[in-house]
C-alpha cells in the first residue's frame, strides 16, 4: 500500500512541473535529499498518519537547477503543507491522488 502511495505522489509532483519540449534545451532533474515526511490527517480526529514521498523535478533546463536548489526550503515547506492537509481517504486512494495532484498550485 506504501508502494501505491509513493508512485502517486511522485506521479502527482512530477506532473506539476509543466514540459515544453525544445530543441536547444536540455532536461535536469532535482531530488530532494532527504525525502519528505510529514502527518495527515486520520480517519478520526484522535489518530494521524505519516506519509514518506520521494520527490524529484522535472525541469526544462538544466540552467534551473540552480533555482531550485535556492528555493529547496520554500519548496518542501510548500509541499509539507499540502500533504498534511489532506484527509487520509485521499492520500491513499488514486483518485484523491489525483485530486491532490490537480489541486496543486503550477
Known sequence: MK???YAGLFTFFVSVIS????AESTVGY???EPDIITNYIGASS?????VRV???LMLT???DIAVVEHHTPLLRDALVEILSKEPEEKIKSLTGRE???LSAPK
Open 54 to 56: 520521494t520527490i524529484d
Open 61 to 63: 533546463d538544466t540552467s
Open 99 to 101: 485530486e491532490i495532484r
Open 30 to 32: 532535482f531530488g530532494f
Open 46 to 50: 484522535k489518530k494521524m498518519g505519516y
Open 19 to 22: 514540459f515544453t519540449a525544445r
Open 3 to 5: 508502494k501505491i502511495v
